[in-house]
């Protein structure tokens, strides 16, 4: 029987797969990322498997031992704890981000730390010359590690050379979009392409029992196929976020088939590469002004690590005879306005006549409700022209009749608010969870608001 191939369509930006071509991807909305690949067609033996072919899959009981997988550190403390711990071996972890974020940067240093620590790394670069990854070295001042350098596009010519080198722990591939197997007929960076080379070197991974690193580059444009086609093929998915006008990086895992999925890494981009900042919160507050009307301070959590950042509110009079602005950075909008609205109902303040804008400076975006409490008061700042004290934190989720209501680990947000010098936390009424309530740390006090009018009262600004 001749064999037929079938084509299918496969979007760059999201990875869904559709049968008709289209000028935009139904699953993302965005256009032009539809890009044709041929499919083989299964051999009609393997498609419906008859009996006595094929072996019997051994079957455990659940209540067996687990061992928990070995773990090679990078010596990158931020890294490791996106990890779950530090690197499986035979695991594959992809790292997504824009161009010029820093994954090269970030690799480049961990490659070489676990070189330094003795490991056998091999660091192979499809978009720089073995010369131009010296002279980042050199910048990054890690020179005298004992790391292995590649420069290839060649996933045939990587493979064999895997096969050759028995101990090798991890292996980086810079990036997976630049790589290119002869096999496939497209171009480096399309989606066959990207698949097919991803597929062979995580099959040498699995293989050879190496830890595998792909880079992927995001793009907007959809020019490149993105990390997106290949999510469901690893173990690990992190993205190295961060604005470029900004310091500040933030390692943050989507998937992670060996850890939690809600830590975050921070880092700070100097000239001399990437530094760990293990106490985010005095970075984030390093450049707040007190005493301005607008400004309050969020004591928030990411993943099991509490950080206090800076919620900035700014009003204006609206100008002309449109819907008043309401623009956002770093939070939900649907959110804001729905805050803008209690505010408005239950506290009567007035605020459709202004512009709003909102801000969580230093660049993260924050996704925990909350923060609630925190826009809210900084927003009821901006609006009586009266600074929030500059001592206090908040934190608390506000409910739509206006409610304060309950967070998660209250006592951490607390502590880390202590920490840093706060004396006051503006927070939801604490119930008594057993026997008695835990105490506030030292030299902090508590002002425990039931409902947002609260927050418009006198008694914020006293102290
Ligand atoms: P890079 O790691 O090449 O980004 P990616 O691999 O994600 O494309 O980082 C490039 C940017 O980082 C570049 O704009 C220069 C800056 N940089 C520093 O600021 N300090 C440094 O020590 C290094 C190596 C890069
Ligand atoms: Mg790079």
């Known amino acids: 029987m001749a064999k037929k191939t079938s084509r299918q369509y496969v979007c760059k930006a999201c990875g869904a797969v559709h049968a008709k071509w289209a000028g935009q991807c139904d699953a993302c909305q965005e256009w032009n990322t539809l890009e044709e690949m041929a499919v083989e067609p299964l051999a009609a033996s393997s498609a419906s498997p008859r009996a006595g072919k ?50 090269s940067t970030l690799l480049l240093q961990a490659a070489s730390r676990l070189a330094g620590k003795g490991e056998r790394v091999l660091y192979i670069s499809g978009e720089e010359a073995v010369d131009q990854i010296r002279l980042r070295a050199i910048r990054l001042g890690v020179v005298e590690s004992s790391l292995d350098l590649a420069a290839s596009i060649n996933v045939a010519d990587i493979v064999a050379t895997l096969e050759a080198e028995p101990d090798v722990k991890v292996v980086v591939i810079d990036s997976i979009q630049t790589m290119w197997l002869e096999t496939v ?34 793009t907007k444009e ?52 990437l530094e760990e900042v293990s106490n985010p919160s005095a970075l984030f507050l390093a450049e707040r002004r007190g005493n301005i ?11 099991s690590r509490p950080v206090l950042l800076e919620v900035q509110a700014l009003l204006s009079p609206k100008g002309g005879d449109g819907a008043p602005r309401r623009a956002v950075v770093g939070w939900d909008s649907g959110r804001l306005a729905m805050l803008l609205a209690v ?21 993260l975006r924050v996704v925990e409700p909350a923060a609630d409490l925190a826009v809210a008061a900084a927003l009821v700042s901006a609006a009586s022209d009266v600074p929030t004290s500059p001592g206090a934190v908040y934190f608390g989720e506000v409910g739509l009749s206006g409610e304060v209501r309950q967070v998660s680990q209250a006592d951490a947000r607390l502590k880390e608010a202590a920490k840093l010098g706060f004396t006051q936390a503006v927070l939801p009424r604490r119930i008594a969870r057993g026997s008695a309530r835990s105490r506030p740390p030292e030299g902090m006090s508590l002002l425990e608001l039931g409902h947002i009018s609260d927050l418009v009262g006198p008694d914020v600004e006293a102290e």
Do not use: W
């Open 293 to 303: 009307a607008g400004s309050a301070v969020f004591a928030g959590l990411e993943g």
């Open 54 to 103: 094929g072996r019997r899959v051994q079957l455990h009981g659940l209540g067996g031992k687990v061992e928990l997988p070995p773990r090679t550190g990078t010596g990158i403390a931020e890294l490791d704890r996106v990890l779950g711990g530090g690197l499986v071996p035979a695991s594959v972890v992809l790292v997504g981000g824009d161009p010029g974020i820093g994954k």
């Open 222 to 273: 959809g020019a490149l196929a993105g990390p997106r086609v290949l999510e469901h093929m690893v173990d690990a998915v992190m993205y190295f976020e961060g604005d470029r006008g900004h310091q500040f990086r933030i390692l943050r895992a989507a998937k992670n088939r060996y850890g939690a999925t809600d830590e975050i890494g921070v880092f700070a981009m100097t000239d001399r590469g």
């Open 343 to 363: 505010l408005e109902t239950r506290c009567g303040l007035k605020l459709s006549g202004m512009d709003v804008y909102l801000n969580v400076a230093g660049g």
């Open 185 to 218: 007929d497209s171009a480096p960076g399309t989606v066959s392409q990207v698949r097919a080379c991803a597929f062979e070197l995580i099959r040498a991974a699995k293989r050879r029992g190496f830890s595998l690193i792909l880079v992927g580059h995001v």
